[in-house]
């Protein structure tokens, strides 16, 4: 699997922006997809992730009821929809392909697209 992450950009705080994370290869539809994201100085974390039929979502609590994850499997492609986004969730946002969506652990994700960065401006 390829991914390709886009969508990022400037934000003013309490903005939204949606990432999309665009997949190639056949066992797309077979991987479950996770967001994870890298702030200059600290430690990939994870943000949310989707099942491979969307039956299953996974949020970090520092996102949770922001963020939204969603995947087209039609279009091979998974979304992350943020709003009411705060400063501290400035990042380089990285997208992956996985086995278990419940997985939260960067490890577990065999595949990654190149990051897109994300400033949120206060």
């Known amino acids: 699997v390829q991914l390709q992450a886009s969508g990022g950009g400037l934000v003013q705080a309490g903005g939204s922006l949606r990432l999309s994370c665009a997949a190639s290869?056949?066992?797309?539809?077979?991987?479950?997809v996770g967001w994870f994201r890298q702030a200059p100085g600290k430690e990939r974390e994870f943000v949310a992730s989707i099942s491979r039929k969307s039956s299953g979502t996974y949020y970090a609590d520092s996102v949770k009821a922001r963020f939204t994850v969603s995947r087209d499997n039609a279009k091979n492609t998974v979304y992350l929809q943020m709003n009411s986004l705060k400063p501290e969730d400035t990042a380089v946002y990285y997208c992956a392909a996985g086995p278990m969506a419940a997985m939260r652990g960067p490890k577990a994700y065999n595949y990654w697209g190149q990051g897109t960065q994300v400033t949120v401006s206060s």
């Open positions: 290869g056949r066992t797309f539809e077979d991987s479950a």
